[in-house]
Nanobody, 115 residues
Framework: QVHLVESGGGLVQPGGSLRLSCAAS????????MCWYRQAPGKQRELVAR???????NYADSVKGRFTISRDNVKNTVYLQMNSLKPEDTAVYYC?????????WGQGTQVTVSS
């Protein structure tokens, strides 16, 4: 059984920073593609960033230069460092793992950017 548990969400002012963490249980982490998605109210879930097993990263255009995804294969944790946050970054952020074609999702963590 694989569990993904996100943490680090909260309320932050525009221009502020947050770091999300996603801890993975089970033995899949080091061989899984790890991603962060987000879903804002009334919108579809969208890919924010992903990091391959080899450390290659990709980002949505809307977060390039502001967000950084990283992974620690010893701690079985993936991170999303979010800087220069904007109100439009407000959403529930989900951790996602793809392991040999099987998808795993975390429960989500709320990020609210507001003054």
């Amino acid at each position: 059984q694989v569990h993904l548990v996100e943490s680090g969400g909260g309320l932050v002012q525009p221009g502020g920073s947050l770091r999300l963490s996603c801890a993975a249980s089970g033995s899949i982490f080091s061989n899984a593609l790890m991603c962060w998605y987000r879903q804002a109210p009334g919108k579809q879930r969208e890919l924010v960033a992903r990091v391959t097993t080899g450390g290659t990263t990709n980002y949505a255009d809307s977060v390039k230069g502001r967000f950084t995804i990283s992974r620690d294969n010893v701690k079985n944790t993936v991170y999303l460092q979010m800087n220069s946050l904007k109100p439009e970054d407000t959403a529930v952020y989900y951790c996602h793992a793809i392991y040999y074609g099987i998808n795993y999702w975390g429960q989500g963590t709320q990020v609210t950017v507001s003054s």
